[in-house]
Structures are given as C-alpha cells and as structure tokens.
C-alpha cells in the first residue's frame, strides 16, 4: 500500500505565538509530511507585531523542526491552504467555546474547499492562554514571561519600550 503524502496547515495571526502554539505545532508535525504555519494578514485585527515580525519569530522558533515552513497570507484560509498543495488544516484546541467555534469552521471549510481540519488539544497549562490575552496583560504591565518563547517575550518587551 502506498503511503499518501499529507501537508497542512496550521493558520492563525500568532500575535504573538505562545507556549500553546508550539506546543499543538510541535505535536501536529509528528502527523503530517510537512506543516506551513500560515500567519494570517489581517486589515481588522489591531496587531502589536506586524505580519513580518510575526514571521521573523515564528522562523526563528522552528528552525531546527524538519517539514515546517512559515509564510504569511491574506485572504481565505481553505484557498490559501488548496494554493499550497494542503489537504489539512490543523487547528489548535484550549476550551469548550473554541469546540464550538472551530467545529463550526470546520464543517463551513469542508463543505466549501472540501478540506479536512485536524483538531489538536493544547496541554492543560496552556488551557486558558490567547494571544489576546497575553497583549492585554503585557501592555497593562504584567508578567508573561511564562506563556510565551522567551525570543517572543525579548521581543515584546522591546515593542513596548520595556528594553
């Protein structure tokens, strides 16, 4: 039997990548052939770190990850992922709203594109952390050493002039 070649893909804005990410990363690239992290470009979101930052930091944390590439992208998800060749797209899971929201998603991206999602959950620890979060609370002062690469807390902490 011959063995189907699998790419993926793992979308989302990683404003900024956290613990959570790397960890559904480094655990999705044990599943698939090769793995584009796709960090989303998005006009409605309010970004700290711009699309290429964003890029530069994520590459520079899976360098020595074999099959991982990362690139950037606008537009839809499920056309992104059929322009490069992916048959999956990988998705991270903390809680019960985001079951609900990615479920949603991904039944909307199969009947689309015809695209199946791959669902990950994050470790416990991770449970409860959002990028979001972590630019709430690291722009209000607070510590966030602990949830995200330290290359990424060096970084924001010189976006926010801490540095």
Do not use: C, W
Not at 9 to 37: C, E, M, Q, W, Y
Not at 50 to 63: A, Y
Not at 92 to 108: K, P, S
């Amino acid at each position: 039997m011959t063995r189907k070649y699998v790419r993926a893909v793992f979308p989302g804005s990683f404003d900024p990548i956290t613990n959570g990410h790397l960890d559904v990363l480094k655990r999705g690239v044990a599943l698939f052939d090769d793995l584009i992290i796709a960090v989303g470009r998005s006009a409605v979101k309010n970004s700290l770190f711009t699309p290429d930052e964003r890029v530069d930091m994520i590459k520079e944390l899976v360098k020595d990850i074999p099959g991982v590439l990362v690139e950037s992208f606008s537009g839809l998800t499920v056309e992104y992922a059929a322009s490069k060749g992916a048959s999956v797209i990988l998705r991270g899971l903390r809680n019960l709203t985001d079951v609900q929201y990615e479920f949603q998603l991904a039944l909307t991206n199969r009947s689309v594109a015809g695209i199946e999602t791959v669902f990950i959950m994050t470790a416990e620890e991770y449970g409860f952390t959002s990028s979001t979060l972590i630019r709430e609370v690291a722009t209000l002062g607070g510590d966030v050493s602990k949830l995200i690469p330290p290359l990424v807390f060096d970084r924001l902490q010189h976006k926010l002039g801490r540095l």
